[in-house]
C-alpha cells in the first residue's frame, strides 16, 4: 500500500501579505509603512516564509533588499491570489452588511476638511454606513477593503476611474498674535520661522511674491499638513497654508491672511474608485454630497494679482 502524500503546508497570510508588499514598494521600510506595522515584522515574516517553503525569496543589495528570480515568480502569483481573496471576502461583506461605503483619505484631508462636514451626510444618508479610513498610504483596490478615495495629486490612477474634485491653492497665514506681530511685508519674512512641509515648498510663493530667496532650509518640518496648520495656530510660526485645509480657522480668527498672494498648487483633488464600482448608488450619494460641499466652501481657490517683482 502506497504511503501517503503530505499535505501542502500554505505558510500564514500575514507572511504572503508581507512579500506582496516588498515586492510592490521595493523596500522593507515602505512595505512596513503600507501594512502598519515595524520593519523587523515584515523582516521576521519573510524570513519565516523562506523557511517554510525552503526558497530563498529576498537578498539583501548594500542597505535594501530585492527579490530573486523565484521571490518574483512567487510574489506575482501571491498578488493574484491575495486579490481574488480580497474580492471574495468584498462580495461576503457586503452581502452581510449592504449598508457599508467605505472610504480612504489623507489624514490631513480628513482631519481639516472631511471630517468637520461629514455629520451632514451622515444625517442625510441614514441607510448608509460610512467608513472613513484616514492614511498616508495609498489604497490598493485589488487588494485593500475599500470602495473609494479622495486623493491629492495629478489625476493620473491607472486602474482606476479618477473624477476632479477641487483645486488647491497656497497663501501666507499666520495667527494674530505671533511673537513679532504680523509681518507687514514679504520681504519681513526673513525675521520669522517659517514652517515646513514635506512635499510643498516655500519657493514658489517666494518668486510670486518678488522675492528672488531659495527654499528655507531651516526650521520645522511636518509631514502631515494638519499638523503644519495646528503649530501655525499655536503661533509657532508662519505657514503656507492651502486652501483646502485652512477650514475655518480665518472665519475663526485664529489664523489671518498675511498678504494677498495666492499660488496654484500643481496637485488637484479627486475622487477615485474601481470601474467594478461605476453606477453604484452609495458611490452617487457620496460624490453628489461632496460636490454640495465643495460649492459652499468659501475657501474656493482665488489667484490674486502678482505684485511686482522687487527690484
Not at 533588499?65 to 502569483?77: K, P
Not at 441607510?127 to 485589488?142: E, G, K, Y
Not at 495666492?262 to 483633488?269: A, E, G, I, L, N
Request: hydrophobic letters at 40%.
Amino acid at each position: 500500500m502506497a504511503s501517503p502524500t503530505s499535505a501542502l503546508h500554505i505558510p500564514p497570510l500575514p507572511a504572503l501579505r508581507a512579500l506582496e508588499a516588498v515586492a510592490r514598494t521595493g523596500s522593507i521600510s515602505r512595505a512596513a509603512d503600507a501594512l502598519h506595522v515595524t520593519h523587523g515584522a515584515i523582516s521576521h515574516q519573510l524570513k519565516g516564509l523562506e523557511d517554510s517553503i525552503g526558497v530563498r525569496l529576498v537578498e539583501r543589495v548594500g542597505r535594501g533588499v530585492r527579490l530573486t528570480d523565484e521571490g518574483e515568480r512567487f510574489a506575482s502569483r501571491v498578488r493574484v491570489a491575495l486579490s481574488e481573496l480580497t474580492e471574495a471576502m468584498r462580495e461576503v461583506t457586503e452581502r452581510r452588511n449592504p449598508r457599508a461605503f467605505r472610504v480612504t483619505v489623507m489624514p490631513s484631508f480628513a482631519a481639516r476638511w472631511l471630517l468637520p462636514r461629514v455629520g451632514r451626510f451622515v444625517t442625510a444618508n441614514r441607510d448608509i454606513d460610512l467608513d472613513v479610513r484616514a492614511t498616508p498610504v495609498l489604497a490598493d483596490f485589488r487588494r485593500d477593503d475599500v470602495d473609494a478615495g479622495i486623493r491629492y495629486g495629478g489625476g493620473s490612477y491607472p486602474g482606476l476611474i479618477a473624477e476632479h474634485l477641487m483645486d488647491d491653492a497656497f497663501f501666507v497665514a499666520c495667527s494674530p498674535r505671533i511673537g513679532g506681530g504680523v509681518p507687514a511685508r514679504p520681504a519681513d519674512l526673513e525675521r520669522y520661522t517659517l514652517l515646513r512641509s514635506e512635499d510643498e515648498f516655500w519657493e514658489p510663493w517666494f518668486r510670486a511674491a518678488g522675492l528672488d530667496w531659495p527654499e528655507p532650509a531651516r526650521g520645522p518640518k511636518y509631514e502631515d499638513a494638519s499638523h503644519l496648520m495646528q503649530a501655525a495656530v499655536e503661533g509657532q510660526g508662519i505657514a503656507l497654508a492651502r486652501t483646502s485645509l485652512v477650514g475655518n480657522d480665518l472665519a475663526n480668527g485664529v489664523l489671518v491672511r498675511v498678504f494677498p498672494v495666492t499660488v496654484p498648487s500643481v496637485r488637484r483633488y479627486f475622487l477615485v474608485y474601481p470601474p467594478r464600482l461605476a453606477g453604484s448608488p452609495k458611490l452617487e450619494r457620496f460624490r453628489e454630497w461632496l460636490h454640495d460641499e465643495i460649492a459652499k466652501d468659501e475657501n474656493v481657490p482665488t489667484v490674486h494679482p502678482q505684485p511686482p517683482r522687487a527690484k
